[in-house]
């Protein structure tokens, strides 16, 4: 993907996704094929926050991806973790003869909790990273 630097902080850049297929470079508000997933329903900026290594400054164009095997462990953390804890709690719950309602529910609030845990965790965390700097035609 291809976006503008528009701040810096503490090492990560905030980067504005630019559709890289569109011949004037404009904002990728309808999704094109590269930029889809970043498509939002008001027209509103795309703004991404990843990893400065190559030291960009704000204003220039940059190359953007997402770090090698986090589609992976983004879907253990967001599917099988929750599910792991669900399972868990309905079994401990069951073993000491609880009604399987109530260990039912609990269960789905373990998930709850679970990934609001989650959210709170990777609340800064950044899974992009800038792997180069794009000259300017």
């Known amino acids: 993907m291809t976006g503008k630097i528009i ?3 503490d090492g990560n850049a905030e980067i504005e ?3 890289a297929e569109m011949p004037d470079k404009q904002k990728c508000f309808q999704g094109c094929s590269g930029c889809k997933f970043f498509a939002k329903k008001h027209n509103n900026p795309n703004i991404i ?3 400065n290594d190559v030291n960009a400054a704000i204003e220039q164009l940059v190359e953007v991806q997402l770090k090698e095997g986090i589609k992976l ?5 967001l599917f099988a973790v929750p599910l792991l ?3 868990v709690v309905v079994g401990f719950l069951t073993y000491f003869k609880i009604t399987a309602v109530v260990a039912f529910v609990t269960g789905v609030a373990a ?3 679970t990934l609001l ?3 709170a965790l ?3 965390k950044t899974f992009y990273y800038i792997t180069n700097i794009k000259e300017i035609k």
């Open 49 to 51: 926050t990843a990893k």
């Open 17 to 19: 996704i630019i559709c």
């Open 7 to 9: 701040s810096i902080k």
């Open 73 to 77: 462990k983004g879907t253990i953390l």
């Open 111 to 113: 998930i709850a909790v």
């Open 85 to 87: 804890v669900f399972l």
């Open 117 to 119: 845990l989650l959210k």
């Open 122 to 124: 990777l609340k800064n």
